[in-house]
Nanobody, 123 residues
Framework: VQLQASGGGLVHTGGSLRLSCAAS????????LGWFRQAPGKEREFVAA????????YNADSVKGRFTISRNNAKNTVYLQMNSLKPEDTAIYYC?????????????????WGQGTLVTVSS
């Protein structure tokens, strides 16, 4: 599967963005999907994940109550709604897919990665 992330941009503190990640290929619903991010000089970190039905989701503690992951299997797309953005949310955001449909929270568990989209939150 190939993944294409979009929706990043520049936003002020407290603002919102919605990231999208469109997947090509078959069997999209057989994959769990996740969002990770990497800030300058830091390691890639988990943000959110969703199982194949959308019924199971996980969020990093740093984004709980602010970010929401969702998916539309008919459109082969996963979303990350980001509200109440903070400067520390500034990073390149990557979407990832994991075969088997069970959501996971660590990067090595994912099989495919998108190219990333930059989110910049100004103070």
């Amino acid at each position: 599967v190939q993944l294409q992330a979009s929706g990043g941009g520049l936003v002020h503190t407290g603002g919102s963005l919605r990231l999208s990640c469109a997947a090509s290929g078959r069997s999209f619903s057989s994959y769990a999907l996740g969002w990770f991010r990497q800030a300058p000089g830091k390691e890639r970190e988990f943000v959110a994940a969703i199982g194949w039905t959308g019924g199971t989701t996980y969020n990093a503690d740093s984004v709980k109550g602010r970010f929401t992951i969702s998916r539309n299997n008919a459109k082969n797309t996963v979303y990350l709604q980001m509200n109440s953005l903070k400067p520390e949310d500034t990073a390149i955001y990557y979407c990832a897919a994991r075969w088997g449909g069970v959501a996971a929270t660590t990067a090595p568990e994912y099989d495919y990665w998108g190219q990333g989209t930059l989110v910049t939150v100004s103070s």
